[in-house]
């Protein structure tokens, strides 16, 4: 596609659910990034993807959280029993090559009640 | 600690007026180089990048950014400020030898008066 996709743009869920977000990067890109926006802790980085592979995993904030990336495309974030503290905005990022530059998606805004 | 330092939380500058807003980090080697932008809902937009030569970047929509190595810094400019340009913006690194990940500052928020 033109650019990266994010699905559902928001998600509102109950305390112990489990939710899935859906990140289409951008075709071709091979790197595909995972960040989390909330007040309190601004920008954090959560997992990386290189293909299907994921040689960085340590932003992810509990065994709760994981992630999966498929045919070096689609990628899907999995929290489990999500929790109040949870309730931020999920941006995904892809980028081609090693100069790093990352196209942000508009992100997936999670609200746990 | 290594970090991306955007001293200002926030920053109200007339329209037509010059912009600078600043950006350090602290880090032993010199990283890659980011400023984003984001408006209201939306993701995240590549104003510009440094990786390597000129220390002078010119990016989209008029904005520009010079590297400092001496005073680790990259600050962004823009000599006359649009009321379009009201949105949060972010300094961001890439320390090669920590991954690929993006490392932000926590963002200055810029609005601007007519």
């Known amino acids: 596609g033109a650019g990266v996709s994010q699905s559902p743009s928001n998600k509102v869920t109950e305390k112990g659910k489990d939710v899935e977000l859906r990140c289409d990067p951008i075709s071709g890109h091979t790197a595909l990034y995972w960040y989390r926006q909330s007040l309190g802790q601004g920008l954090e980085f959560l997992i990386y993807?290189?293909?299907?592979?994921?040689?960085?995993k340590s932003g992810l904030p509990s065994d709760r959280f994981s992630a999966e990336r498929t045919g070096g495309s689609v990628s899907t974030l999995t929290i489990q029993r999500t929790q109040q503290e949870d309730s931020a905005v999920y941006l995904c990022a892809s980028s081609l090559g090693d100069r790093n530059i990352q196209y942000f998606g508009a992100g997936t805004r999670l609200s746990v009640l | 600690a290594q970090s991306v330092t955007q001293p200002d939380i926030h920053i109200t500058v007339s329209e037509g007026a010059s912009l600078e807003l600043r950006c350090n980090y602290s880090?032993?080697?010199?990283?890659?180089l980011f400023w984003y932008v984001q408006s209201p809902g939306q993701g995240l937009q590549l104003l510009l990048k440094y990786f390597s030569g000129d220390t002078l970047v010119q990016g989209i929509k008029g904005f520009e950014a010079e590297f400092k190595r001496s005073q680790s810094s990259f600050n962004l400019r823009k000599p006359s400020v649009h009321w379009s340009d009201a949105a949060e913006y972010f300094c961001a690194v890439v320390l090669k030898e920590y991954g690929n990940k993006l490392v932000f500052g926590a963002g200055t928020i810029l609005r601007v008066k007519s």
């Open positions: 993807f290189q293909g299907n592979s994921a040689p960085d």
């Open positions: 880090y032993g080697a010199t990283p890659y």
